[in-house]
């Protein structure tokens, strides 16, 4: 069982940077595959971004691709999103989430077993 705490979030001017920090519970968390998610008002949850078990291998969505960064300390049992040149269009809840069944790094998110709560980003224009 793994416990994911989002946090970071909060309201930045477009084009500036927010990090997000999601914190693992547990001494197994190098055996998960990670991912970041976003939600959204009224759209359906996206991948934005995963990352393989060692950290070696990343992945992001096309409209995330060149802003963001998606890294990870196995020694902090924590992942990271680095969000620069924030549009106003990235604005949602973001999660966190584990996935113990493959190395890196699906967008499906049924393929996650465990979840954060999610962090509010709001970008304003």
């Known amino acids: 069982q793994v416990q994911l705490v989002e946090s970071g979030g909060g309201l930045v001017q477009a084009g500036g940077s927010l990090r997000l920090s999601c914190a693992a519970s547990g001494r197994t968390f190098s055996t998960y595959a990670m991912g970041w998610f976003r939600q959204a008002p009224g759209k359906e949850r996206e991948f934005v971004a995963g990352i393989s078990r060692s950290g070696v291998f990343t992945s992001y969505a096309d409209s995330v691709k060149g802003r963001f960064t998606i890294s990870r300390d196995n020694a902090k049992n924590t992942v990271y999103l680095q969000m620069n040149s924030l549009k106003p269009e990235d604005t949602a809840v973001y999660y966190c989430?584990?996935?113990?069944?493959?190395?890196?790094?699906?967008?499906?998110?049924?393929?996650?077993?465990?979840w954060g709560q999610g962090t509010q980003v709001t970008v304003s224009s």
């Open positions: 989430a584990a996935d113990r069944d493959r190395g890196c790094c699906s967008r499906t998110e049924y393929e996650y077993e465990y």
